[in-house]
């Protein structure tokens, strides 16, 4: 909107804002048993990351380990300065379609999978 004087009231305009969530995807084996081979998928309907460190499937996870992998997540949007997205509160809303599925497998070589479901914040295995 621009004022009498000519000038741009800049609490009405219209801004684009370039959005970055960064996180950290922490992958912990709970079992007595080392994971081999495993390998991380995404939903392919789901929000596409900016950047994701790569999982190193011929690195097993041993018993209690924690693997983390640093991921980015960018977006633009348009909206006047007060209402826009604050990053530190909320997440982004195509994150309700993010499926992450982990695929592995025993010493025995059986395959397992383990899927979180961001929507519902569950881990079912």
């Not at 939903?43 to 924690?66: A, R, Y």
């Not at 994150?95 to 961001?118: C, I, M, N, V």
Request: charged share 25%; net charge negative; proline share 6%.
């Amino acid at each position: 909107m621009v004022t009498e004087e000519g000038y741009i009231d800049g609490n009405t305009a219209i801004r684009v804002f370039e959005l970055t969530w960064r996180f950290q995807i922490k992958i912990t084996n709970n079992s007595e048993l080392t994971a081999f081979y495993p390998e991380l998928s995404f939903n392919p309907n789901g929000p596409k990351f900016t950047l994701i460190d790569k999982l190193n499937s011929l690195q097993p996870i041993k018993p209690t380990e924690t693997i983390i992998l640093k991921a980015e997540y960018r977006k633009f949007e348009e909206k006047i300065g007060q209402e826009r997205t604050d990053v530190g509160r909320q997440m982004p809303e195509e994150f309700e379609d993010l499926g992450l599925l982990l695929a592995y497998q025993s010493p025995q070589k059986s395959k397992f999978y383990t899927l979180f479901d961001f929507n519902e914040k569950q881990i079912s295995s």
